[in-house]
C-alpha cells in the first residue's frame, strides 16, 4: 500500500494564480499542480536538497513523489473536481423524494464536488437530489441544509506605481486575485512511491511547505499576497486517506482480470513514453500551459499541451507522467514542467451475479421463502373494506330520492290553478257579450251586478234541480216569472253569439282578483241554463252543449 500526506493550507491573504496567457485581469480555475511542482522545487533549492530531488521525481522513469493540484476546501469538507464519467451524477444513482429537485438542480454548474458524494458515486450509491445546491461564484456544490458562504471569491484589485520626486503616478491596472472565507482554503495530497521514499522525502516535503508559506505561493508575493498559516499535515494510506469507502472496496479487487481499466486524474498529465494510453477511449481534455522562468531573466517557458484534472484515462496499467523540458533555447540549465500523474483507479460497477452472491450469503436458503408469505398479510390491510363509510353511502340514496318528491307535487298543483286562470280572464271579456235590451229584455237581470254575489244562488241551485221554475227563491225571484217567457223565441238570437264563443257569458269583474275560488264562477251555470241557448255551459268546456244533456227541464 502507498503512503500519502494530506496537506491543508489556510491563506492569510488573497492569492493570485494568473492563467496561462498571463492576462492580469482573470485568474486560473485552480492551482494546478505543475505550479505546486514548481513552488516545492524552488523550496527545495534553498534548503539545498535540488539536485536530490530533481533525481528523485523529475529525472526518474517513476517519480517518488506525485502531487495532485489544490483544490478547495471550507470546515472539513474537501473539495475536487469530479470524474468525467460520473458528472453530471447518473440518473440511476439519484434520488429524492420530490421529483422537482431532479430537474432543478444544475450539477454542470459545480465545478468542484465534495469528496464525499464522489466516493458515494465511486462506490455505487445513491445521491440525494434536494440536498445540494451548486454555488454560482466559487462552482463548489455546497449541502443545501448547511448555510453557508461561498469558500471563496474572484476579486480585482487596482495597483498603481507612484513616483515619490513628482508625486505622481501611472494609469492603474487592475490585478485579478482569490480571497477566501474564514474557515476555507487549499489542500493536496502527495503520494510517495513506496515506503522507502516516504521514509527519505516526507520530513523534507514538510519543511519545504512550511518555508513556502512565509515566502509565499503564486504571484504578487512582492506585495504580500500568497502568505498561509502554518500548514495542516495528515497521514494515512492512498486513497482511504481521502476516499475510505474506495480504499476498503481497493483492498477487495477483484477485476484484476480485466484487460482495460478507467484512471481518474486528480492532476495535470503528460504522458511518459513508457505509458499504454488508449486515447481513442476515456473522457479527456487538453489545456495549454506556458509561464515564464523564475530568476532576473525572465524569459518565456516552451508551451505544452497537457491532459487537465477530472479526466478519465483509458489504461492497462496506471499512467506515471513525466516532467517535461520547457527551457528556452540556449538556456543554462533545463526547466521542467510536472506532468507526474496522481490518478486514481475507477472500481467498475458489479455485475449481477455478485450482487446475487452477497445476498445467497446474507440470506440463508431456507429464510428466501419466508418474504413470500408476507404479501398474504395484505388481505387484512383490505379489513377496511367492508368499513361502515358504505352503508352511509347507501342511506342518502333514498333521501334525494323523497327530495325531489314533493318538489314534483307542488309545481303540479300549480299548473292547474293556471289552467283555471285562463278561463277566469277569457270570462271578462264582456264586450263581447251583446244583451241587447231590445232584443231579450227580460235578460237584463242577468248582469254583472248578480253575478259578482253569486254565492248564496250558486249554492241552491245544484241542491234544488227540480224543474220547476215557478218556485221562485229570494235571490231568483225576479228571474222566474221571466222563464216562461223566454222559452221560444227570444233566445234564438243571443244563443248564437254565446254558443260560438261561451266565454262572455262569465262577465264577471273579479278579473282584479286574479284568485278568487273557481267553484263560484263556475256555479252561475244553472242560472243561465233556462235559456235554450245553454249559456251557462261556457264555462264548462266538458259538459254538453245541448240543453237536454245538462238534466233540467224547461
Not at 533545463?334 to 475507477?346: E, H, K, T
Not at 241551485?461 to 218556485?471: G, K, Q, V, Y
Request: proline letters at 16%; aromatic letters at 6%; hydrophobic letters at 35%.
Amino acid at each position: 500500500m502507498q503512503q500519502a500526506l494530506l496537506v491543508r493550507l489556510r491563506p492569510s491573504g488573497p492569492w493570485r494564480y494568473g492563467p496561462s496567457d498571463g492576462a492580469l485581469d482573470r485568474v486560473d480555475t485552480l492551482y494546478r499542480s505543475d505550479r505546486l511542482f514548481s513552488a516545492v522545487t524552488i523550496a527545495m533549492r534553498q534548503l539545498g536538497l535540488l539536485d536530490s530531488w530533481l533525481d528523485a521525481t523529475a529525472r526518474s522513469e517513476k517519480s517518488a513523489v506525485a502531487f495532485t493540484s489544490l483544490f478547495p476546501f471550507q470546515g472539513d469538507t474537501l473539495f475536487v473536481t469530479p470524474p468525467a464519467n460520473l458528472w453530471p451524477p447518473p440518473s440511476s444513482l439519484v434520488n429524492s423524494p420530490s421529483p422537482v429537485f431532479l430537474t432543478k438542480v444544475r450539477w454542470r454548474a459545480a465545478h468542484f464536488v465534495p469528496l464525499s458524494l464522489v466516493d458515494a458515486l465511486l462506490t455505487g450509491q445513491s445521491v440525494l437530489a434536494d440536498q445540494w445546491i451548486p454555488d454560482p461564484e466559487s462552482g463548489c456544490l455546497l449541502r443545501r441544509d448547511r448555510p453557508s458562504s461561498s469558500p471563496f471569491r474572484t476579486v480585482a484589485r487596482a495597483t498603481a506605481p507612484v513616483d515619490r520626486l513628482r508625486l505622481t503616478s501611472i494609469e492603474a491596472e487592475p490585478n485579478a486575485c482569490v480571497e477566501f472565507e474564514a474557515g476555507s482554503g487549499l489542500w493536496a495530497v502527495a503520494r510517495f512511491l513506496d515506503d522507502a521514499a516516504s521514509a527519505a522525502w516526507s520530513e523534507p516535503l514538510k519543511c519545504a511547505l512550511r518555508l513556502l508559506g512565509d515566502s509565499g505561493f503564486g504571484g504578487g508575493r512582492s506585495k504580500g499576497w500568497g502568505q498561509l498559516e502554518a500548514p495542516e499535515f495528515e497521514t494515512g494510506v492512498w486513497p482511504g486517506l481521502i476516499l475510505p469507502k474506495v480504499g476498503r472496496a481497493a483492498k477487495n479487487d477483484t477485476h484484476a482480470e480485466q484487460t482495460s481499466r478507467s484512471y481518474w486524474l486528480m492532476s495535470l498529465y503528460s504522458p511518459s513514453p513508457h505509458d499504454s494510453v488508449n486515447w481513442s477511449g476515456g473522457q479527456y481534455r487538453l489545456t495549454v500551459r506556458n509561464g515564464r522562468v523564475d530568476g532576473p531573466t525572465g524569459a518565456l517557458k516552451k508551451s505544452v499541451r497537457m491532459v487537465i484534472e477530472g479526466c478519465i484515462l483509458d489504461t492497462t496499467t496506471e499512467p506515471v507522467g513525466a516532467a517535461v523540458d520547457v527551457a528556452p533555447a540556449g538556456f543554462a540549465h533545463p526547466v521542467y514542467r510536472s506532468g507526474i500523474a496522481l490518478s486514481l483507479l475507477i472500481p467498475p460497477p458489479k455485475p449481477p451475479s455478485e450482487d446475487r452472491r452477497a445476498i445467497e450469503e446474507i440470506v440463508p436458503p431456507e429464510l428466501e421463502a419466508t418474504p413470500f408469505p408476507f404479501p398474504e398479510p395484505e388481505p387484512p390491510v383490505t379489513e377496511p373494506e367492508p368499513t361502515t363509510p358504505e352503508p352511509p353511502l347507501t342511506e342518502p340514496d333514498p333521501v334525494p330520492v323523497t327530495d325531489p318528491e314533493p318538489i314534483i307535487s307542488e309545481p303540479l298543483s300549480e299548473p292547474e290553478s293556471f289552467t283555471q286562470e285562463p278561463s277566469i280572464e277569457s270570462a271578462p271579456v264582456t264586450e263581447s257579450v251583446v244583451f241587447e235590451p231590445d232584443a231579450a229584455p227580460e235578460l237584463g237581470v242577468i248582469r254583472p251586478e248578480p253575478v259578482t254575489n253569486p254565492e248564496p244562488s250558486v249554492s241552491e241551485p245544484p241542491a234544488e234541480p227540480e224543474p220547476e221554475p215557478s218556485t221562485p227563491e229570494p235571490s231568483l225571484s225576479e228571474s222566474a216569472p221571466e222563464l216562461s217567457v223566454i222559452e221560444p223565441e227570444p233566445p234564438t238570437e243571443p244563443v248564437t253569439d254565446p254558443i260560438t264563443d261561451p266565454e262572455p257569458i262569465v262577465p264577471e269583474p273579479p278579473v282584479t282578483e286574479p284568485e278568487p275560488e273557481p267553484a263560484p264562477v263556475t256555479e252561475p251555470e244553472p242560472i243561465v241554463e233556462v235559456v235554450p241557448g245553454d249559456i251557462a255551459h261556457a264555462n264548462e268546456p266538458e259538459a254538453p252543449k245541448s240543453p237536454e244533456d245538462t238534466g233540467y227541464e224547461i
